[in-house]
């Protein structure tokens, strides 16, 4: 709320001067959610409005091959150049625009070509995840989605919490007991953190005998959630964070495991690897992407090690972890499904209008049609069959 006041101050009250500095500086990838009125109606004459691109199909050529390649020539960060939570994307925005834009800020259509070429992600979990972070993170008039973290509209510090562009925006994408991230609660949410990642090599080193793979991926994701129910009174692993948590402990060993390895190695990720993943953005010398098409293969194990429920501390007292299903879960695909499009993506869109409520019909469409093959869940309009002239 506050964000809002100070846009309507700016608005309304500010010299002319400020104002044009303000709205030129009105990041095109920043998230509209939270704007409204004549705020809303006043950013988005600023902006150049696209019409999305439906999303790319699957891969022609879908097995292994060379993708740390002259074409794709890693680079260190320029000034303005954003990189996020994810090491995914963070490591194709690194090698370029083949990939990603190396200032971390891309299309939908982008984003699914990339982590299709340069890790052969799945095209239906391809979509899924791309859909699911423009919904909840991208700017939709503009077709655009940073990856990462620190918009400011203004340069001001800290940013203007409605208006920061990215995937850092906690509670949306972004959520607790990532891997090697901290918590939001405890600050930075979305760096890269040394201690974080000694514990992910101590785990590699007791469960997988020096290499990071499904049994370890079990292990450590059991005892992030520990560590974050004893430590961090906010913490929640409900609706969208459950299904999150378990896919992404899955991505290191089906993802960043190298497509020639095959036999008792295939599955198993060496340290030097994952640190050049995680923490240097970038791919191992050399590195052939996974031989088929992969997805969250292994993440029905990874839960049933030690299965936890979604939930969340109650927000004052750490161990004070219930269970909470209203938003659905991994083990409640359509509900999640339901509450993600009904109650989440609605409660930051509440009312849209003209180009915004248009190209939200057309992502909830694509974010629909990327669901599980065979999960059959029932389509939810949250703002009406489109076509039916606006109604909520
Ligand atoms: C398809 C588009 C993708 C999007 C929109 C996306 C987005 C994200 C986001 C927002 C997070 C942070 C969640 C959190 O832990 O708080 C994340 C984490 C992660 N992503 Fe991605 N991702 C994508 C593809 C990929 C790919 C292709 C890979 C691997 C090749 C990958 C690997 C990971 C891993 C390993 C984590 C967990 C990091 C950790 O726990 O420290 N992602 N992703
Ligand atoms: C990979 O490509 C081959 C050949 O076009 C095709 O038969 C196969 O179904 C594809 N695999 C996946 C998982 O899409
Ligand atoms: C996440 O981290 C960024 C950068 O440190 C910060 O600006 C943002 O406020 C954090 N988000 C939350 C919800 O703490
Ligand atoms: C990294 O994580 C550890 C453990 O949660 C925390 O104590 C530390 O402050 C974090 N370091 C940084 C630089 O954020
Ligand atoms: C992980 O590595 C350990 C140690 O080598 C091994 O016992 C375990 O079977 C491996 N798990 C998987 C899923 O490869
Ligand atoms: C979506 O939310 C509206 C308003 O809260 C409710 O009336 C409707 O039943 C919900 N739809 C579904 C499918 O849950
Ligand atoms: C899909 O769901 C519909 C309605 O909920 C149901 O009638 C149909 O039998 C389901 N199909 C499958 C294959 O589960």
Known sequence: MP???LIKVLVLAAPLLQLASVVSGFPA????AGLSGRDYHYVVSQLEAKVPAPPPGPLDFNGTKL???PEHPWMPLQPGDVRGPCPGLNTLASHGVSYLPRNGVATPVQMIQAVQEGFNMENFLARFTTYSAMLLDGNLVTDLLSIGAKTSLTGRDPPLPALA?????HGTFEGDASLTRGDAFFGDNHSF???LFEQFKDFSNRFGNGFYNLTVAAELRFHRIQQGIATNPQFSIAGFRHLTAYAEVTF???LFVDGRREGCMKGQL???SAERFFRDMRFPPGFFRPAKPTATEGIDAVLAAHPVQPGANDGTSVDSFTVDESLGSL?????FYTQFVNTTIRGLYPNPTGVLRKNLDMNLQFFFDSLSPGSNCTQVFPYGQPGEGGMA
């Open 3 to 5: 964000a809002k006041i």
């Open 29 to 32: 990838h920043a998230s509209l």
């Open 67 to 69: 993708v740390d390649d």
């Open 165 to 169: 562009g990215g995937m850092h925006n």
């Open 193 to 195: 953190n040394e201690t």
């Open 252 to 254: 290191p060993a089906n």
């Open 270 to 272: 060496d340290m030097l």
């Open 331 to 335: 083990l409640d695909y359509c509900g």
